[in-house]
Structures are given as structure tokens and as C-alpha cells.
């Protein structure tokens, strides 16, 4: 049984910072990439951040720079840590996985949380 579970999302003032938290639990494991994605209301569904199974890490443009996204292969858990934040990143945050490889094409994940909201004012 594959499960996702996301923490960490609230709500910040604009140049604030959050750390938003995925916990994988099933068959998910270091050799999964892990990604964030976001959907605002009325926007579609937005790939924010991966991490592939050798570590290496892709940025929607929008967020580099301040966004940075990190695994804790221990605990089977991946990060998302947030600064400078931006109304516009205001959202529903989700965690998904796939395997082997990344893609920036959320429709190829197929195992996702429930997502944790993040608002900026």
C-alpha cells in the first residue's frame, strides 16, 4: 500500500518562509523520484520540484532560487523548503512519485498525497 502524506503548508505574509514535508510509506523508496507540484485555484497543475533517485533536483523557473527541495532517504521523506515567498505561489502543494525516472508531466505519477495548502498574503 503506497502512501504520500504532506505537512508543513499554512499561511505566511509575502518573504516568508515554509518547509513542507512528504512522508513515503509502501513500496516508495530511494529509488523513486519524488516531485512537487502545485495547482492554484483556476491554473492547472504546475510541476514544481524533483528529486530522481541519484539526487539530482529540477526547478520550475519560477521557484529557483528560492524554493530548494531535499530527501531524507532515512526516513523516506522529501522537503520542500520555501523562501521569499510570493503570492503567486499561493496553492495547493502536492507530493507525488514515480519510478525510475522524473518527468515534468504530472499525468505519469501515479501515486500522490492529498496535498497541504500554502497561502501568501
Known amino acids: 500500500h503506497v502512501q504520500l502524506v504532506e505537512s508543513g503548508g499554512g499561511s505566511v505574509q509575502a518573504g516568508g518562509s515554509l518547509r513542507l514535508s512528504c512522508a513515503g510509506s509502501g513500496y516508495i523508496d530511494r529509488r523513486y523520484c519524488m516531485a512537487w507540484f502545485r495547482q492554484a485555484p483556476g491554473k492547472q497543475t504546475e510541476g514544481v520540484a524533483s528529486m530522481d533517485s541519484n539526487g539530482r533536483t529540477t526547478y520550475a523557473d519560477s521557484v529557483k532560487g528560492r524554493f530548494t527541495v531535499s530527501k531524507d532517504n532515512a526516513k523516506n521523506t522529501l522537503y520542500l523548503r520555501m523562501n521569499s515567498l510570493k503570492p503567486e505561489d499561493t496553492a495547493v502543494y502536492y507530493c507525488?512519485?514515480?519510478?525510475?525516472?522524473?518527468?515534468?508531466?504530472?499525468?505519469?505519477?501515479?501515486?500522490w498525497g492529498r496535498g497541504t495548502q500554502v497561502t501568501v498574503s
Open positions: 507525488a512519485a514515480r519510478s525510475p525516472i522524473c518527468s515534468s508531466d504530472y499525468s505519469t505519477f501515479p501515486y
